[in-house]
């Protein structure tokens, strides 16, 4: 017959093993389910981009990037519930909207061509002129200004406290009824979700020598190598996320001062954020004031040198290009950077 003692310990040691293995595993199980959410959420990042960071105060939810994508999409947010986000930058155009310039309430334009919502995750500023540091600012702005979405701050919040499905929303993604600071929140949360990847350029650069049709393989090496494109269009998203002079509207009276109003150093005269080339044959037409239509029109441009102007970025001067190179090099911004999964998304169901 066994001691009890030593049976009573034996039972004790078993125990202890048994519920160190289970702490171990339960380490394990956890180590393993933030290594599979962090790899879910890398893989909604199509090829060629890097991880989209979030700031600590507006982290995402499949519950708050839904609600902002209702607001994106709801005219009701604009004085007279004529204008949305998506009015001026739609997927079916590229995200901007086909058109030279911003058309507001009232049909009220503006005086700068609707910038792509393609990548702004991965913006440092915000606008044309980069005024605004972050997503969330942004969303603020047209909403506010006069010749966009015309409506008050105080006005949006009350107009979308009557409507019971927004003010359900709000509760169970802030805790809050709706408030300004947390409707750009859910708008910017969405517009992180709207990327572009996953082109013939990005699956040649993986090793896919063949995703690139001759044309645009010839068009590649124009734009890194002899047209020097990529001094300001660099890096996974095709900009530098710098501000040039490049020539455009230079030769006006009273140009477009760009970044100076922001920043008031001489440099900045003219100068504007440069833009991401990723899907850029859908966003017609180009440059901040929308005075080119077509690719071919921005080339020539850039070939000729821009307009001269004391401002000039160093990094614009005359080409020397063949025109077999220019058209290859139309080829490859059309073709090489458009993407294998665009997101075309649908307009959601708006709630009452």
């Not at 290594?35 to 990042?45: I, L, M, R, T």
């Not at 494109?229 to 455009?248: E, K, L």
């Amino acid at each position: 017959m066994e001691n009890t003692s030593d049976a009573l310990c034996g039972r004790w040691k078993l125990f202890g093993l048994t519920a160190g293995l289970s702490a171990i595993l339960l380490v394990f199980s956890l180590a393993f389910g933030l290594q599979a959410a962090d790899e879910d959420a890398k893989s909604a990042v199509p090829a060629g981009l890097g991880k989209v960071s979030h700031p600590k105060d507006n982290l995402p939810t499949a519950e708050k990037i839904s609600l902002g994508k209702q607001l994106y999409w709801d005219k009701r947010l604009s004085k007279d519930n004529t204008i949305a986000c998506v009015s001026c930058h739609d997927p079916k155009k590229g995200w901007s909207n086909g058109e030279q310039f911003a058309t507001g309430v009232d049909g009220q334009k503006g005086g700068r061509n609707s910038p792509t919502v393609l990548n702004t995750a991965y913006g440092q500023f915000q606008f044309w002129d980069g005024r605004e540091p972050s997503l969330e600012a942004q969303a603020k702005g047209p909403i506010q200004n006069p010749i966009e979405m015309a409506i008050t701050e105080k006005a949006v919040v009350e107009k979308l406290n009557k409507i019971e499905g927004y003010k359900q929303q709000f509760q169970k993604v802030f805790k809050t009824d709706v408030t300004f600071d947390n409707m750009a929140k859910a708008i910017a949360a969405y517009e992180r979700t709207v990327l572009a990847g996953n082109s013939p350029f990005d699956r040649y650069k993986a090793g896919d020598k063949k995703a690139l049709s001759e044309a645009a393989e010839r068009g590649r090496y124009v734009f890194f190598n002899k047209a020097l494109c990529s001094a300001c269009h660099a890096g996974p998203n095709f900009t530098d996320n710098g501000f040039h002079n490049v020539g455009i509207g230079m030769d006006k009276k009273e140009y477009d001062v760009g970044r100076f109003a922001v920043q008031k150093l001489g440099g900045n005269r003219g100068a504007f954020k440069t833009p991401t080339l990723r899907d850029i044959g859908r966003s017609a037409p180009y440059m901040h004031d929308g005075s080119l239509k077509t690719l071919e029109e921005v080339v020539e441009h850039y070939v000729g040198g821009g307009i001269d102007n004391p401002f000039l970025s160093e990094d614009i001067f005359p080409l020397k290009l063949t025109a077999e190179e220019k058209k290859d090099l139309v080829t490859f911004l059309k073709e090489g950077l458009k993407s294998g999964d665009y997101p075309m998304h649908e307009a959601p169901k708006l709630p009452e």
